[in-house]
């Protein structure tokens, strides 16, 4: 549920293709949900700029990598 979760604010503003080419990224950058939340914002928003809005995109995925934590 958590990965679909982080797709859909990934598939914002942007098509499929690209959306699940960026969900792909984060998950090879990062590996686990536990990294992700440990990362910097700017490093989440670098492993999701392809598909687009990359600095709101990575502030959403983190705040709610808190909320579920």
């Known amino acids: ?10 598939s914002q ?3 499929d293709a690209n959306s699940e080419r960026t969900f792909e990224n984060l998950k090879r950058r990062f590996e686990t949900w536990e990294k992700v939340l440990a990362a910097d914002e700017s490093e989440i928003a670098d492993a999701v700029r392809l598909g687009g809005l990359a600095n709101q995109k990575a502030k959403v995925i983190k705040d709610l990598l808190r909320q579920v934590k």
């Open 1 to 10: 549920p958590l990965a679909m979760l982080v797709k859909i604010i990934l």
């Open 13 to 15: 503003a942007t098509s």
